[in-house]
Nanobody, 119 residues
Framework: QVRLVESGGGSVQAGGSLRLSCAASGLTGSRYCMGWYRQVPGKEREGVATFFNAGDSTWYAGSVKGRFVVSQDKAKNTVALQMNSLKPEDTGMYYC????????????WGQGTQVTVLS
């Protein structure tokens, strides 16, 4: 059974930093791409930062580019998100996701970790 567990969320003042981590269990092999999504109440879940191209390339949402850095350990199936210069609009529930790199859909999701940025 696949399980993704996020950690590292919390509250921080605007301009501060947080680091999210996600550990996946039950994924066999190292053929998985992982990434981060976020959702705020009343809005659809949106991509924040993800890996693609066999896990060798990264994609960032325009709103976080230059502030967030995503990293993945393919051998351990872990992914982290370093979030710097946080803004109130970064507030939301952050979800870790995983998929086989040759698939388009994200097959596995974590339960989410809340990030609140105070103005």
């Amino acid at each position: 059974q696949v399980r993704l567990v996020e950690s590292g969320g919390g509250s921080v003042q605007a301009g501060g930093s947080l680091r999210l981590s996600c550990a996946a269990s039950g994924l066999t092999g190292s053929r998985y791409c992982m990434g981060w999504y976020r959702q705020v109440p009343g809005k659809e879940r949106e991509g924040v930062a993800t890996f693609f191209n066999a896990g060798d390339s990264t994609w960032y949402a325009g709103s976080v580019k230059g502030r967030f850095v995503v990293s993945q350990d393919k051998a351990k199936n872990t992914v982290a998100l370093q979030m710097n210069s946080l803004k109130p609009e970064d507030t939301g529930m952050y979800y870790c996701a995983a998929r086989l790199c040759d698939r388009m859909t994200w097959d596995y999701w974590g339960q989410g970790t809340q990030v609140t940025v105070l103005s």
